[in-house]
Structures are given as structure tokens and as C-alpha cells.
């Protein structure tokens, strides 16, 4: 165990902490300590500070905290070098690529990564170093990283064997190359979201699931290369699929909802809104069983419209 210094009681430290039930229990933790007793940097930081105390704050309340002295500072690195998980959203959407670079720069051991939304700071420079270090990440969010590039995907790939939850929503940048990459080396993928990932065609989605045979949930949403094809193949080749989002994929038909009703009998959800080509007839197979969808019975429909003309529907409330 590393050499501890200590803190007087009464010190700063108070000063910069919020009233959050988080933050208060630390606080009132560290107010608690007698001089006699010690405080709480005389605590074993690697068994109970940084597991058991510091795990409970927000990140941004960690950053403030490592400016009281130089012994916190030292304390909040080590707990940042043994972060399992990191969020941007509790720092901001808008972290310092600098910031962002040095808070994770002694870290191998993340398993979850969530950067979702950060396209005005995040690129390929500031991600592949974390990337590249951490092999054990199970779970990756980078809904919306629009200055990304194909290398992030692939460099994914290549270091994050155990990859469990990949989220690539709304970034244009994903290929079908970098697509095959991840398929190839991301086998126990469960959940991908490729919503609005517009280059991909129905020869890579079909790929990837030919490849990742575990997934439980799949988003194909908002592309309008995406047809039966690829949603057949997804049936066939992931029995255990339990949500499938075709939201806007104007190519789907019903036949592929009813190969989609006939392999996958665990599905759970199926979103189907704005697929014009979609019916009721593919669909009741699916309602029948309790599979819960997105768009109401052609029945319910008209009751709805008729609702919402004159007022009032016939026979039926719709508590709406």
C-alpha cells in the first residue's frame, strides 16, 4: 500500500462538495474524523477509498475533488487509473480533448465506455489511445461521434475481443469494411444500434449477423438500403434476437416479417413504423403471440382518426 498523508480536519476539502446524498455521506465521513483518529486519507485507498467511497461520486465531483491538495489529487488518480466505467455525460458535453486524453491515460482496465453525442470534440486521435489500451470493454456508446472514422471501428475490433454492447447510432462514417471488421473479431456481440448508418447495405448486415449469432437486440433503423434480405437473414441466423427496430427502412416487406415470426420465437419488440411496405397480415402473426410493436391494429387505427375528427369513437374507448 502506497504512503497516505493526512488532511486537517476543517480543511477546505468541505468547501467544494455539493449537497448530494453521494456527496454529503463523504462529507460527513471526512467531518467525522477526530484528530485523535486519524481522518480519511489515513484510510487503505486501494481496499476501501477508491472502491467503497469514491465510486459513489459523480466524476465531475471527483475532478473538484482532486484540487483540494495534492495528496486528493493523488488519491482521485488512482481511482481514475481503476475506473471500470466512464461517461461523458457527467462531466458535459463539452470535455477538453486534452481533459479527456489525461483522465484516461493510465487506465487498462474499462469496461464500459460511453461517449455518446460528443462530435464537437471527439476524433479518431482522442479515442484510439483509450481504445487501444483497455481489452477488456464489454460495452461502448458512441451515439452520434459524427468525427469519427472508419479506424475507430476497426481499431474496436482489433482490441475489444469480449465486446458485448456497441452503439453507432447516427454515425455515417460506419462501412461495411470496418463492419466486417467488428463481426470478425466481436463474436459475442448482444446488442449493436446501427440506426442511420446509411453506407451500410444488406450484404453487410447480413454478414454481421452470420458472424454474431448471440444477438438479442439489433437496430437497423432509418435506412432505406436495408430490405428483406437482410432482415430474413437476421432471423435465420440469430434465434435468440429478442428486439429488432426496422424503423424507416422503406425496402422491408412482409414477407421478411413473416420469416422474421417463424425463426425468432424469443422476439420481444419489432418496430416497424414507417415501413409502407409492412401490412396487418405479417404483422398479427407477431401481435398474436404479444410481441409488442410499434403501430396499432388497422382497426384501432381508424378508431384513433375517427376519435380524433369528430370527437368521440363508437363502441370502444380509447383513453387517449
Request: some cysteine.
Amino acid at each position: 500500500m502506497r504512503g497516505l498523508l493526512t488532511e486537517a480536519p476543517g480543511s477546505r476539502c468541505e468547501l467544494i462538495l455539493p449537497g448530494s446524498c453521494s456527496s454529503l455521506a463523504l462529507w460527513c465521513l471526512m467531518m467525522s474524523v477526530t484528530p485523535t483518529r486519524g481522518c480519511l486519507l489515513d484510510l487503505p485507498w486501494e481496499d476501501i477509498l477508491v472502491p467503497h467511497i469514491l465510486c459513489h461520486l459523480p466524476l465531475q465531483q471527483l475532478l473538484s475533488l482532486q484540487r483540494v491538495s495534492k495528496s486528493f489529487q493523488s488519491l482521485i488518480q488512482l481511482y481514475l487509473a481503476n475506473m471500470r466505467c466512464f461517461d461523458s455525460s457527467q462531466i458535459g458535453p463539452a470535455i477538453p480533448r486534452a481533459a479527456f486524453v489525461n483522465l484516461l491515460k493510465d487506465n487498462e482496465v474499462l469496461q464500459q465506455l460511453a461517449l455518446q453525442n460528443c462530435s464537437e470534440w471527439l476524433t479518431d486521435r482522442e479515442l484510439l489511445p483509450v481504445i487501444g489500451q483497455n481489452h477488456h470493454l464489454h460495452q461502448i456508446q458512441l451515439k452520434g461521434c459524427a468525427q469519427l472514422s472508419r479506424h475507430a471501428l476497426v481499431a474496436i475490433s482489433l482490441s475489444c475481443p469480449q465486446l458485448r454492447q456497441l452503439s453507432l447510432a447516427h454515425c455515417e462514417w460506419v462501412d461495411s469494411l470496418s463492419l466486417r471488421s467488428l463481426a470478425d473479431h466481436c463474436k459475442a456481440l448482444e446488442a449493436v444500434d446501427l440506426t442511420a448508418c446509411r453506407q451500410l447495405k444488406d450484404e453487410a448486415i447480413c454478414y454481421l449477423v452470420q458472424k454474431c449469432g448471440r444477438l438479442k437486440s439489433l437496430s437497423l433503423a432509418v435506412n432505406a438500403n436495408v430490405g428483406d434480405v437482410a432482415v430474413e437473414e437476421t432471423a435465420k441466423c440469430c434465434p435468440e434476437l429478442e428486439h429488432l427496430d426496422l424503423t424507416g427502412c422503406l425496402r422491408v416487406k412482409n414477407d421478411s416479417i413473416r420469416v422474421l415470426a417463424e425463426y425468432c420465437p424469443k422476439l420481444r419488440s419489432l418496430k416497424v413504423k414507417h415501413c409502407h411496405n409492412v401490412a396487418e397480415s405479417s404483422l398479427s402473426i407477431l401481435r398474436s403471440r404479444g410481441v409488442e410493436l410499434d403501430v396499432e391494429p388497422p382497426l384501432q387505427r381508424a378508431l384513433v382518426l375517427l376519435q380524433d375528427v369528430v370527437g368521440f369513437a363508437p363502441f370502444i374507448n380509447l383513453q387517449i
